[in-house]
């Protein structure tokens, strides 16, 4: 289909500057993007009717994640060695 | 392409955020009826959930990198930024790292022993639950039945209605006619009754009258009956008997 409609697995990576012109980056439209991945997060791994541990395990291993980004500074300062 | 979207992502998203929060985006985002395809009967859940390697990455990415470095690639991409990491010490190693290894080792054992007995229970919870709104929908259907049938049944009643009142129209002519009749022969017997009356009292009359006049031409007759005839007559009898024996004695 055109561009600014397919999901972002479907682009293709030399495609991937004119579909970020085409996304809006207007309140809406990234509070429509964040909507729309959430959702289709939710209905691949959670709104099944045999989930396995996938989808919960994903989302604890991203918080992870992003939390010890936001930490690191703070543990930049635990290294063990000074010059790798 | 959008429809479908959208019918994948209203109500997967508004059942992920809270009630409250879901409310009020349901007026924002809600699909009015403008295209053919309307939010019921919904689409049943999908069997299994998207594949996924180890619990924690998706099998889309082994697919993205397969046909580039074959089956083993991504371990070696795993492989490779770990080590740098740890070499680097982009990720430290201090308590955290031991107090996280030891609870992964805790829930990862619990996950494989107790799963499937979780997974099984809460599969019957689900099929309970299943079962009981079938069982609601095939009551509601069986109860829907019955009431078309049984007004079916009603309807078929509601056509004899029609031959009950021609059987009332019947007897009530009936009764009419017997009632005419009726009347008929009370005039007639009223009638007839008034006409004997007149009958009898002409023979009444009539006999009367005759019963007077005989008396009347009695008595004159005796009266006119003198002492003289009467001897004349009883002389002519004796004389007449006497004739009348000897004839009789002639014949014996």
């Given at each position: 289909?055109?561009?600014?409609?397919?999901?972002?697995?479907?682009v293709?990576?030399?495609?991937?500057?004119?579909?970020?012109?085409?996304?809006?980056?207007?309140?809406?439209?990234?509070?429509?993007?964040?909507?729309?991945?959430w959702?289709s997060y939710?209905?691949?791994?959670?709104?099944?009717?045999?989930g396995?541990?996938?989808?919960?395990?994903?989302?604890?291993?991203?918080?992870?994640?992003?939390?010890?980004?936001?930490?690191y500074?703070?543990?930049?300062?635990?290294?063990?060695?000074?010059?790798? | 392409m959008l429809?479908?979207?959208?019918?994948?992502?209203?109500?997967?998203?508004?059942?992920?955020?809270?009630?409250?929060?879901?409310?009020?985006?349901?007026?924002?985002?809600?699909?009015?009826?403008t295209t053919?395809?309307?939010l019921?009967p919904?689409?049943?859940?999908?069997?299994?959930?998207?594949?996924?390697?180890?619990?924690?990455?998706?099998?889309?990415?082994?697919q993205?990198?397969?046909?580039?470095?074959?089956?083993?690639?991504?371990y070696?991409?795993?492989?490779?930024?770990?080590?740098?990491?740890?070499?680097?010490e982009i990720?430290?190693?201090?308590?955290?790292t031991?107090?996280a290894a030891?609870?992964?080792?805790?829930?990862i054992?619990?996950v494989?022993?107790?799963?499937?007995?979780v997974?099984?229970?809460a599969?019957?919870?689900?099929?309970?639950?299943?079962a009981?709104?079938?069982?609601?929908?095939?009551?509601?259907?069986?109860?829907?039945?019955?009431?078309?049938?049984?007004?079916?049944?009603e309807?078929w009643r509601?056509?004899?209605?029609?031959?009950?009142f021609?059987?009332k129209?019947n007897?009530?002519?009936?009764?009419?006619e017997?009632?005419?009749?009726?009347?008929?022969?009370?005039v007639?017997?009223?009638?007839?009754?008034?006409?004997?009356?007149?009958?009898?009292?002409?023979?009444l009359?009539?006999?009367?009258?005759q019963?007077?006049?005989i008396?009347?031409?009695e008595?004159?007759?005796i009266?006119s009956?003198?002492?003289?005839?009467?001897k004349?007559?009883?002389?002519?009898?004796?004389?007449?008997?006497?004739?009348?024996?000897k004839s009789a004695?002639a014949?014996?």
């Amino acid at each position: 289909g055109p561009l600014s409609e397919r999901p972002l697995m479907d682009v293709r990576l030399g495609e991937l500057h004119t579909w970020i012109s085409t996304c809006s980056f207007s309140p809406q439209g990234l509070l429509g993007a964040v909507q729309r991945a959430w959702g289709s997060y939710c209905a691949k791994y959670i709104h099944v009717k045999q989930g396995g541990p996938a989808g919960i395990s994903m989302l604890l291993a991203g918080y992870c994640l992003l939390s010890y980004g936001w930490n690191y500074q703070h543990l930049k300062r635990h290294r063990w060695r000074k010059y790798h | 392409m959008l429809a479908r979207l959208v019918l994948r992502a209203a109500p997967a998203a508004l059942r992920a955020l809270p009630p409250p929060v879901a409310v009020g985006v349901l007026h924002a985002t809600r699909p009015l009826h403008t295209t053919q395809q309307s939010l019921a009967p919904v689409p049943p859940l999908p069997e299994k959930g998207g594949e996924v390697r180890h619990g924690l990455i998706p099998e889309e990415f082994f697919q993205f990198l397969y046909p580039k470095t074959g089956v083993t690639g991504p371990y070696m991409l795993g492989t490779g930024l770990l080590l740098y990491f740890l070499s680097k010490e982009i990720y430290v190693i201090n308590h955290e790292t031991v107090a996280a290894a030891c609870i992964l080792t805790v829930i990862i054992y619990g996950v494989k022993k107790f799963g499937p007995d979780v997974a099984a229970f809460a599969d019957k919870l689900n099929e309970e639950k299943v079962a009981a709104a079938e069982a609601m929908k095939n009551e509601a259907i069986q109860t829907l039945q019955t009431a078309i049938e049984e007004e079916k049944k009603e309807q078929w009643r509601a056509e004899g209605c029609g031959l009950l009142f021609d059987a009332k129209r019947n007897n009530v002519a009936m009764l009419l006619e017997t009632n005419y009749r009726e009347r008929l022969l009370t005039v007639y017997n009223e009638v007839k009754k008034r006409l004997d009356y007149q009958v009898a009292m002409q023979n009444l009359k009539r006999q009367k009258e005759q019963d007077h006049m005989i008396q009347w031409v009695e008595k004159n007759v005796i009266q006119s009956i003198t002492p003289q005839q009467q001897k004349e007559s009883i002389a002519k009898c004796i004389l007449d008997l006497k004739a009348l024996s000897k004839s009789a004695h002639a014949a014996v």
